[in-house]
């Protein structure tokens, strides 16, 4: 089956740093990406779909200016947390559609933050 | 907007036998599509099943089966002969069939299953 490649599998960084999460479709095409974010023993909730060479669709409540989406090729979108803060501490997982519309997920990122 | 309601937060199963998980939706959609997803302690999301809504048979995958009640607006999933590797928190996912939403999924807030031996 398709392959999504997502890291760093886990960060820890300081408050007020950024960090960058990177998500790649390794055998296929990805036109739409998608990033969700979830809190312990918590639901899976959309953040923000990402199109390639287009601005992100952010869901409501999300900060597009804490949250930066960049989906620059058909193959890898990035997510960067600009300064984090300990309530961004979270597991954000990417995911990819296929052009067959077939959905393959990421192993998602822990990032908590001093 | 489409809501997914899983009302079983945790469930406990016997290996070997059968247990079913509930899940029920609203849309004012006519087309769409409908997913169970395994994600196991690893947090690797696993897809079980998916359900194409404009089709009437249910859905098998060896032995996970959905009974998808289309004007109920249930679908839930049925795991047969269950294994300890069963063990996971699953969610039940709904898309919408038109490119607006980019097929995102809408997640239930999930169950927790355990298989015991």
């Known amino acids: 089956g398709a392959v999504v490649s997502q890291h760093p599998s886990r960060v820890i960084c300081k408050s007020g740093t950024s960090v960058k999460i990177e998500c790649r479709s390794l055998?296929?095409?990805?036109?739409?990406m998608f990033w969700y974010r979830q809190f312990p023993k918590q639901s899976l909730m959309l953040m923000a779909t990402s199109n390639e060479g287009s601005k992100a669709t952010y869901e409501q409540g999300v900060e597009k200016d804490k949250f930066l989406i960049n989906h620059a090729s058909l193959t890898l979108s990035t997510l960067t947390v600009t300064s984090a803060h300990p309530e961004d501490s979270s597991f954000y997982i990417c995911?990819?559609?296929?052009?067959?519309?077939?959905?393959?997920f990421g192993s998602g990122t822990q990032l908590s933050v001093l | 907007a489409q809501t997914v309601t899983q009302s079983q937060p945790e469930m406990s199963v016997q290996e070997a036998e059968t247990v079913t998980l509930s899940c029920t939706y609203d849309?004012?959609?006519?087309?769409?599509?409908l997913f169970w997803y395994k994600q196991p302690p690893s947090r690797q999301m696993i897809l079980v099943i998916r359900?194409?809504?404009?089709?009437?048979q249910n859905a098998t995958e060896n032995r996970f089966s959905v009974n998808f009640q289309k004007a109920a607006k249930s679908f839930s999933l049925k795991i047969s002969d269950s294994q300890l590797g069963d063990t996971a928190m699953y969610f039940c996912a709904f898309s919408p069939s038109n490119s607006n939403s980019g097929y995102a999924l809408n997640f239930g807030k999930g169950t927790s299953l355990l298989v015991t031996p």
């Open positions: 849309t004012s959609e006519n087309n769409y599509y």
């Open positions: 055998d296929f095409q990805a036109t739409t």
């Open positions: 995911s990819a559609r296929t052009g067959s519309e077939k959905l393959f």
């Open positions: 359900q194409e809504a404009y089709k009437q």
